[in-house]
């Protein structure tokens, strides 16, 4: 019987493992970066140097994201629609982007001497939410895990709404000041805050929508 050539083969066979590892590495990362967003709010006074390492950290999760193009140019057979693959890799990233751009927002507003009112309980929320689509992602690759993959979605959907309720009530609260600087600067943190959970929630359901096509 005749061999085939390691590269021909290698392009025969999915690797499928390799995405799942990826995804879930990239999951990794987001959930750092939610943890150091919470550890952002328990030590404000290092609010400088946190904000920098959110900055590597959101660096390394684009790396990342570069590396499963990268593999999606160099796979012929994939696990998934290589369109989902792309997709999920972005969506993921696009959690720490946000989660990024929080701490560089509260450099930039010069937010510094303390900690905003709402963002403990919002940071507390985000990595609720990442955690539950990490879960999800790791249920990704095992098509009989489907209800455990399910269950954390939709617990992802109960934190959106969450996000949505915490969001009210902040900006609720902040309108009844009279610094309008003040005011102006923290609607768009807390809406950023909100967007993250939001983008969790759209992660979610991408991969639902995955699960129903592989089904």
Known sequence: MECVPMGLKELLIPEEKKFFDEFEKEMAIVKRGAQMLVELVNEYKKLDQIAGKLDNI?????CVVHDITDML??????????????DLATEI???????????RRLMIFKITDK???YLPENAALILK????????????RD?????ELEKHC??????????????AKALGEL??????????????IYDLLEFVTDKCEEVANHILEVKSKNA
């Open 175 to 188: 309108f009844d000041g009279d610094d309008v600087k003040y005011i102006v600067k923290m609607k768009e």
């Open 129 to 140: 939410s990442v955690t539950e689509v990490e879960k999800a992602v790791l249920f990704m």
């Open 58 to 62: 959101e660096h390394e999760c684009d």
């Open 115 to 117: 900690c905003p009112k």
């Open 93 to 103: 990233d696009d959690i720490i982007d946000i989660i990024d751009a929080v701490g």
């Open 154 to 167: 939709i617990k992802v959907n109960d934190l959106e709404n969450d996000g949505d309720h915490l969001l």
């Open 143 to 147: 098509p009989s895990k489907g209800k």
């Open 73 to 86: 140019n160099s796979t012929f057979i994939t696990p998934i629609d290589r369109e989902d693959i792309h």
